[in-house]
């Protein structure tokens, strides 16, 4: 699942080009697949919300291809980006063979050709800086990034996140910007778990910048860490702070997902506190918010949308049974910031019934995360 692909538009466009025959009939070799996110078409489609370039200036192929990479079609959605490619360079249009290659990328990545997508994207941002595009170049930092942690690549994926972070900065798109931050926090926890510095103490101190627009929750977090790990003679290592100061950058921006990392991060550091506190958190959100929203693809599904409950925690709910399987094969944190499914399951599942339903305070469950914490560190 990319970050900044269109995947909560898919079931929109689905929709849109489900109904309309004559597009269809355009193109006789290509059936349309059983929407998996709604099995019923009895409701008018809702309206079409264009993200990105406008849908209505992409050709035919493109918009098809869109379409069909949304429906996790990879094969299909090549095959169209591939004919769209031909129609951009024919026409001389630069920008738009930047962005269908960026397109063919997000679709190799899906399909798990992570080497290939890694080439395409670096040359889909090569176009896109070149013609001066900084939201392509920012949105293809972001998914060479993925495809780098998925390499195990950290400290690569770290400079891609940062990069995009900053152009998100120059273009004004906030929530790319907090976006972006996750990514470096998450990316920069890795790379600490991956290479364990072996003197912390030695490493250059990592100084939480000053920002008086923000001086809320970054600040406070990545000091007060720094100042409890002090306290007991410890001293952090300082990616892992610099990881902290972002998580909770993107956290102040409401990515709401940050908490689990922030969890994940404030461990690592031996502080359990701090930890378990941001789980319960982000469990209790999980809870609140499961019914309109996919585990799998992240899809944010209206109410009164056909969905699937989890069996085991009675709690996440997918738009199919293969979201489902997707949510726990999900093999590497670097394709997603999502919770692997099957590791969460079980505590959501005890959350559900015993702090939620029977009322029990939200610290009975602090042995249960403190193992969820020390068995699945990513
Ligand atoms: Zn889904
Ligand atoms: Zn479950």
Redesign the pocket.
């Known amino acids: 699942m990319y970050l900044f692909s269109q995947k909560a538009y898919s079931h929109d466009l689905y929709m849109h080009w489900k109904h309309s025959r004559v597009l269809i009939s355009l193109l006789p070799s290509l059936s349309l697949p059983l929407c998996p996110s709604c099995l019923s078409s009895t409701h008018a489609p809702p309206p079409l919300i264009p993200l990105g370039p406008p849908v209505s200036s992409l050709s035919l192929s493109a918009q098809l291809g869109l379409c069909f990479q949304n429906l996790y079609e990879h094969e299909k959605a090549i095959a169209l980006f591939e004919e769209d490619k031909v129609i951009m360079e024919e026409t001389g249009n630069r920008g738009g063979v930047g962005w269908v290659m960026g397109n063919i990328a997000l679709s190799l990545a899906e399909m798990g050709q992570n080497n290939k997508a890694t080439r395409m994207f670096q040359k889909s941002m090569a176009i896109s800086e070149k013609v001066g595009d900084k939201e392509a170049v920012c949105n293809a930092s972001c998914n060479l990034a993925e495809c780098l942690a998925c390499a195990g690549e950290y400290a690569d994926a770290v400079r891609h996140f940062k990069k995009a972070f900053q152009l998100a900065k120059d273009i004004d798109n906030e929530t790319k910007a907090d976006i972006s931050a996750m990514g470096v926090g998450v990316m920069l926890r890795l790379q600490v778990l991956a290479e364990p510095a072996a003197d912390p103490a030695a490493m250059p101190e990592y100084e939480v910048p000053l920002d008086f627009d923000n001086l809320a929750d970054p600040l406070h977090l990545a000091t007060s860490a720094k100042l409890e790990a002090s306290l007991q003679g410890r001293i952090l290592d300082p990616r892992l702070l610099e990881a902290i100061h972002h998580l909770a950058t993107a956290l102040a921006g409401g990515q709401g997902l940050a908490r689990l990392h922030l969890a994940h991060a404030f461990f690592d550091a031996g502080l359990e506190d701090s930890a378990t506190g941001f789980l319960q958190q982000y469990l209790a959100r999980r809870v609140k918010h499961a019914r309109t929203w996919c585990g799998g693809c992240g899809q944010t599904r209206s109410e009164d949308s056909p969905m699937l409950t989890?069996g085991?925690?009675g709690?996440?709910r997918f738009c199919s049974a293969e979201h489902q399987k997707m949510a726990s094969k999900r093999e590497h944190f670097g394709r997603s910031f999502n919770e692997k499914?099957k590791d969460m399951?079980g505590l959501?599942?005890k959350w559900r019934s015993k702090v939620v339903k029977d009322g029990l305070p939200e610290e009975s469950l602090n042995e249960d995360m403190i193992a969820y914490l020390r068995n699945h560190n990513l």
């Open positions: 989890c085991g925690c709690v996440v499914h399951c959501l599942g």
